[in-house]
């Protein structure tokens, strides 16, 4: 089974720096995506940015951009020039066709960030 | 575009009362369903999922049901409300949304189970 960790529960960050969001996962599959998702106190999930694992190419979203190391199996997700927009939770989350599912996603536990004026 | 919608936004109801939380979908065709359970400040947990109508599988035993009588229609119920049953529900659609494959969520349903 696939699983996702967050090493963070929690992060601050000042408004306009850069922050780093660590996710890893395991698994045996070749084909997945990877995803970010965004719940700010409205507890809204925003899809941030999502990730091929057959693409070698980083996605960039704006200001969001991740570091996508598929051997090691790491999944970062970077925050430049942080807002107070983004002070949310933050989960990453992996995803594979499966064939009762469809669609089989697993979540991380989630890390809190806190964007500091 | 696709759409997702849940009601009620908010729910107080009483131990041993039933439930009913809607969600519907708009802009796409036989998507796969989701029914997400979150406590406060937790991560998710999958309830049920469905690939189709009447195509209902559960993860976690529990005293709450689900249904999906139409092809972008899901209902989550219960016969008696347990306690333990407070959190916030997400419903989730999957599939492919402009030309990728991903999952997009409902704006929840905040349940208090006094």
């Known amino acids: ?117 | 575009s696709q759409t997702i919608h849940q009601w009620p936004a908010t729910l107080v109801q009483p131990v041993g009362s039933p439930l009913s939380l809607e969600c519907t979908v708009e802009g796409t065709s036989n998507p796969n369903l989701y029914w997400y359970r979150q406590a406060a400040g937790r991560g998710l947990q999958l309830l049920f999922y469905s690939v189709g109508i009447g195509q209902i599988s559960s993860e976690v035993p529990q005293n709450l049901s689900a249904s999906r009588p139409q092809d972008r229609q899901f209902i989550l119920s219960s016969k008696k409300l347990l306690l333990s049953d407070s959190g916030f529900y997400l419903c989730a659609w999957s599939g492919v949304a402009r030309g990728q494959e991903t999952q997009y969520f409902g704006p929840g349903t905040r349940l208090l189970v006094l």
């Open chain 1, 1 to 117: 089974a696939q699983t996702v960790t967050q090493s963070q529960p929690e992060m601050s960050v000042q408004e306009a720096e850069t922050v780093t969001l660590s996710c890893t996962y395991d698994t045996s599959e070749n084909n997945y995506y990877l995803f970010w998702y965004k719940q700010p106190p409205s507890r809204q999930m925003i899809l941030v940015i999502r990730q091929e694992a057959y693409k070698q190419q980083n996605a960039t979203e704006n200001r969001f951009s991740v570091n996508f190391q598929k051997a090691a199996k790491s999944f970062s997700l970077k925050i430049s020039d942080s807002q107070l927009g983004d002070t949310a939770m933050y989960f990453c989350a992996f995803m594979k066709r499966d064939g009762n599912y469809g669609q089989n996603f697993v979540f991380g536990p989630g890390t809190r960030l806190s964007v500091l004026p």
